[in-house]
């Protein structure tokens, strides 16, 4: 995560009013609250790449042998964000072992793969990919309240069910686009 000059001038401040409480500006307040929302929105949007990294994953994963290369260089990078391997990955890593690249990932799976399960098997969660949920930030000491009500904690969105599939099946290219017919040749008036 990268902050602007200015963002990083806002940080430097609250990090300064965290240590030595003092009254606060209405415009420090809503500086501070900006910065707070734009650190939820990229948190938001790690999520949203993470998300999208894994189903990537997924795809090349299913595409193997022919996508090796993409396969191995997005395992790489999920690795390194916090990816937790799942038992395909391992499966899909020993059937390309021959490969010197393939071999080190497998090792580094099965180490990751046994640390979460002797962290399940000892009764403690293992470490999430997902980010913690933080609450919304409604006052700063010495400053001022935000609301006079404090928020509700939004309720996540129930995930879409998927549709039952159609009772009629998909349609045909021919019902779909039906065969041309043949236009009669226009009829040749003789003359005479």
Not at 140 to 147: M, S, T
């Amino acid at each position: 995560m990268a902050f602007s000059a200015d963002e990083l001038r806002v940080l430097r401040r609250a990090l300064s009013i965290a240590l030595h409480p003092t009254p606060l500006p209405d415009e420090d307040v809503q500086d501070c609250l900006r910065l707070a929302g734009a650190v939820d929105e990229a948190v938001g949007e790690a999520g949203r790449l993470r998300t999208f990294l894994v189903a990537d994953l997924v795809r090349y994963r299913n595409a193997l042998p022919g996508s090796v290369s993409g396969y191995l260089e997005l395992l790489q990078d999920a690795l390194a964000g916090g990816y937790d391997p799942r038992p395909d990955d391992l499966a899909a890593l020993r059937a390309l072992r021959h490969r010197p690249v393939a071999a080190a990932l497998l090792e580094r799976c099965q180490a990751l793969a046994e640390r979460s399960v002797r962290a399940r098997l000892a009764g403690r969660s293992a470490p999430s990919t997902a980010p913690a949920p933080r609450s919304r930030l409604l006052a700063l000491p010495g400053g001022r309240a935000v609301d006079a009500e404090p928020e509700r904690p939004k309720t996540p969105a129930a995930p879409p069910r998927p549709t039952p599939p159609s009772e009629r099946p998909a349609p045909k290219p021919s019902e779909v686009f039906p065969p041309r017919r043949p236009v009669p040749p226009p009829q040749q008036w003789a003359a005479g």
